[in-house]
């Protein structure tokens, strides 16, 4: 699909196909719903992504911001889901106060 788009005070024929096929690729690859607590403190983050290894890895070596604080991480849950779609709607759910207490029952049986 073509578009018009201003670029310095003219417009340029832009084709956006490209990006749309690698947007809706994103949105139908499996992802992984996670859960990691703070070895230091009472803290538990919820988060979502396509390569689980690497993501764990960015938390425990301090490369997320929110997390941070938090060192060092251990892995208390994971699921896996179809698609970024179906996936979000999980992580919603365990970002939920129902979800949050389920996992700290999770954490103390471990």
């Not at 096929?21 to 703070?38: C, D, F, G, T």
């Not at 997320?64 to 999980?90: A, C, D, H, Q, V």
Request: proline share 3%.
């Amino acid at each position: 699909m073509l578009e018009c788009l201003p670029a310095v005070g003219r417009a340029e024929l832009v084709d956006l196909s490209a990006d749309r096929q690698r947007a809706e690729n994103e949105i139908l690859k499996m992802v992984w719903i996670y859960a990691i607590s703070s070895l230091t403190s009472n803290y538990i983050y919820v988060g979502m992504t396509t390569d689980l290894e690497e993501r764990i890895a960015r938390h425990n070596n301090g490369r997320e911001k929110t997390t941070k604080p938090y060192l060092p991480f251990e892995l208390i849950f994971t699921e896996s889901r179809e698609n970024w779609i179906e996936g979000r709607k999980r992580e919603k759910y365990w970002k939920s106060g129902v979800g949050k207490e389920q996992l700290r029952k999770l954490k103390t049986k471990k």
